[in-house]
């Protein structure tokens, strides 16, 4: 078992309410048991006080007794990493390696093994906080896409909102990173509806349940799509009493297990499911996209967004993610 970091430099500032980065760094976990290789992924929660540092010390002292001899026990293998007090970036790391151990076991690609699609929904493009004429520029650059996320949560989003929508006609959705109070989000409301705004991702803090559930009472309101306030499968019943949709991020969850088990719990609860991301490689992507298709949204761009490229493999048709048909998560070394 062999941990490493991988720097992902960015190909603009990235800045959303809480703060910016020009790189973030990711950890990637490595395995050669019975002849084959495998490799996961996993990203690191800031907010969360994770660093790439302690991801990469856990998994060398404690990844190898997590997953045992029998990678194909997955159950077992998923009750020793949840109850490990291990980051969470961590556990998607390990979750995403016994996938494609498994996966080229079988030579099988882990969408395949999943009964899903190959082809996602469309992902969003994510453009982060800027001067009103910056959004607009990188606007009119983000070429090729379908849907456009918009980060909200700093000065005149109104007026960037705007600037957005005289330069495309891409469908539009928006972010607060936990920026917005109420007042403001009842505010803006009426002209982000009239702008063809789909949804709202995370307008609140997480734990200022008071005001997702005032904001419910709107008329005409945008729904709701739970981020930050959402985890793993604990967090999803939750949600369901005070909004309208959950964002699965396989660096909080630990991984594709506890992801799907999510999925099928938000169905049964009526809310809506995205998938998204933080700034990861292309294998990091892959295990989130191996899911897409079970899905109503996508938002599986933090490759996008890098201009280093240390994984290939996933590709991109129409501003829709395509999962390679080899074995496994179908992601390789750049390098070989």
Known sequence: MRASPHVLFLRETFQIAR???????????????????????????????ETPETMIAAIE????????????AGEAIARRIAAWDGPQGAKMALDGLVHDWVGKRVRQPVWRLLGAE????????????DSVEGTADRT????????????VGGPGDLERLRAVRAVTSA???????????????????????????EFVEQPFPAEDIDSFLAYR???????????????????VARIA??????????????????????????????????LGCMIESELGIAQAAQL???????????????????????????GRLVLSDQPGLGVERADG
């Open 19 to 49: 703060g910016a980065a020009d790189e973030e760094t990711v950890v990637v976990a490595e395995l050669d048991h019975d002849g084959i290789v495998a490799r996961g992924e996993g990203a690191p929660v800031d907010y969360w006080g």
């Open 217 to 235: 009472e709107v008329p005409d309101r945008l729904p709701v799509l739970i981020d930050e306030g959402c985890k793993d499968l604990a967090s």
């Open 292 to 318: 897409g298709s079970l899905v109503d949204y996508v938002d599986l761009d933090g490759h996008l967004l890098i201009s280093s490229r240390p994984f290939t493999g996933l590709g991109l048709l129409d």
């Open 241 to 274: 009493t005070y909004a309208d949709g959950i964002v699965i991020k396989l660096s909080k969850c630990g991984g594709i297990r506890e992801a799907l088990r999510m999925i099928h719990a938000a169905r049964a609860l009526g809310l809506q499911v995205m």
């Open 140 to 151: 009119r650059r983000a070429t090729g896409y379908e849907v456009l996320k918009i980060k």
């Open 118 to 129: 190959r082809v996602t929904p469309p992902t969003s493009y994510t453009i982060g906080i």
């Open 61 to 72: 002292a404690d990844g190898a007794a997590l997953l045992g001899d029998d990678l194909f």
């Open 171 to 197: 469908r539009l959705r928006i972010d607060g990173n936990e920026g917005w109070d109420l007042e403001t989000a009842r505010s803006l409301t009426p002209e982000l509806v009239a702008l063809g705004v």
